[in-house]
C-alpha cells in the first residue's frame, strides 16, 4: 500500500500545477479518488489558515486542500523543495481550522 501511495503522491506532485485548472482543490480529490479505487481508505482536509512568504516577510491567509490516510499527511500540491515566487511552499501551511471530506 505505501508504494501505492508514494507512487501515486509522485505522479501528482509532477504534474503541472495551475492556480485555476490543478491546484491543491483538484490534486488532493485526484487523490482521494485513485487510492479508493485501489481500495484505500483516503481524506482530504480543505483547510482555512496562514502561510507565511520569505519575500514579503508577512503571514497570509490562505485556503489550502491536502490529502490523508491512516492519520497519515500526503501533499501533493508540490515538491518539498518547491517555493513558489513569492517565497511560499505548501509543506508550510498552518491549519487553523479544516472540513474533512
Not at 508514494?6 to 485548472?21: K, M, S, W
Not at 480543505?46 to 486542500?65: E, N, R
Amino acid at each position: 500500500m505505501d508504494d501505492f501511495i508514494d507512487a501515486l503522491v509522485d505522479e501528482l506532485q509532477r504534474t503541472n500545477y495551475n492556480v485555476l485548472l490543478n491546484n491543491c482543490f483538484h490534486k488532493s480529490f485526484e487523490f482521494r479518488k485513485r487510492c479508493r479505487r485501489a481500495g484505500v481508505p483516503a481524506r482530504v482536509l480543505i483547510g482555512m489558515g496562514v502561510q507565511y512568504t520569505s519575500k514579503l516577510h508577512v503571514y497570509y491567509p490562505f485556503f489550502h486542500a491536502r490529502g490523508f490516510v491512516d492519520g497519515k499527511e500526503y501533499e501533493v500540491t508540490h515538491t518539498r523543495d518547491y517555493v513558489s515566487p513569492i517565497g511560499t511552499n505548501a509543506h508550510d501551511f498552518v491549519n487553523l481550522a479544516g472540513i474533512w471530506i
